[in-house]
């Protein structure tokens, strides 16, 4: 079965410090990996995907997130925090399909990012 | 705004009432799915429609609930004799036809509270 773990709850950074939010998952077949932002009272903004290729992808807002098979891991991660980026990120997971059969995104329980001034 | 809708924004209701939630996806977008997210915890899958046809259910559907998308564009999400433990956050999302690469874009959401 598909899974996805967000081991800490909250990750506390100071504002211009490099912040990192952990992912890691678990598919039967090749994965579809996605993070996602959560502001309060509103609903899921994506920021960058990982399908295929190169193993760092970038996304918005200056995040950036590194694929890696053998660790099954996607973290989340900015060279520069701002207090802007607090909030809640998801990291999800679907599971590739040529036969599209596959649709549904599994989630994290999420990861509360608090950046202080 | 060219985004995905939701209404309403919050619905609060008493135990045994019905109600339903309605999703109006990005126009071009063929591919319509149902979460509900409740405190502390990330979106859970509850149904998927391509154009009119629901493809995928999931056992978090009970009976009770009953999701429709008739003409392919709008969807309603229907909660018969709600419980307390349906309050949570529903969440519409719609994306590009695919081969499950392409991102969902989430609405707003729909907070119910059941008394």
């Known amino acids: 079965a598909q899974s996805v773990a967000q081991p800490e709850d909250q990750v506390n950074v100071a504002e211009g410090n490099p912040l990192t939010v952990k992912c890691t998952y678990s598919?039967?077949?090749?994965?579809?990996l996605f993070w996602y932002v959560q502001y309060p009272n509103r609903g899921l903004q994506f920021l960058l995907k990982?399908?295929?290729?190169?193993?760092l992808v970038k996304g918005s807002y200056g995040f950036e997130a590194e694929f890696n098979k053998s660790q099954t891991s996607f973290h989340l991660k900015k060279p520069s925090a701002l207090v802007s980026d607090s909030a809640l990120y998801f990291c999800?997971?679907?599971?590739?399909?040529?036969?599209?059969?596959?649709?549904?995104?599994?989630f994290g329980a999420g990861t509360r990012l608090a950046v202080h001034p | 705004d060219t985004g995905v809708s939701q209404d309403p924004r919050h619905k609060i209701t008493k135990r045994g009432q019905n109600v339903t939630f309605r999703c109006d996806p990005i126009?071009?977008?063929?591919?319509l799915y149902w979460y509900r997210q409740t405190l502390g915890q990330g979106p859970e899958f509850l149904t998927y429609?391509?154009?009119?046809?629901?493809?995928?259910k999931s056992r978090l559907l009970s009976d009770r609930f009953s999701a429709e998308r008739p003409k392919g564009s709008f969807s309603t999400l229907e909660i018969q004799r709600t419980e307390q433990g349906d309050s949570a956050m529903y969440l519409c999302?719609?994306?590009?036809?695919?081969?499950?690469?392409?991102?969902?874009?989430f609405g707003p959401g729909t907070r119910l509270t059941v008394l």
């Open positions: 999800a997971v679907r599971e590739g399909s040529s036969s599209g059969g596959y649709n549904k995104l599994i």
């Open positions: 990982y399908i295929t290729g190169d193993n």
């Open positions: 598919v039967s077949g090749n994965p579809y």
């Open positions: 999302a719609s994306s590009f036809p695919s081969g499950g690469a392409n991102e969902q874009f």
């Open positions: 429609f391509q154009n009119e046809a629901q493809l995928e």
């Open positions: 126009s071009e977008h063929n591919r």
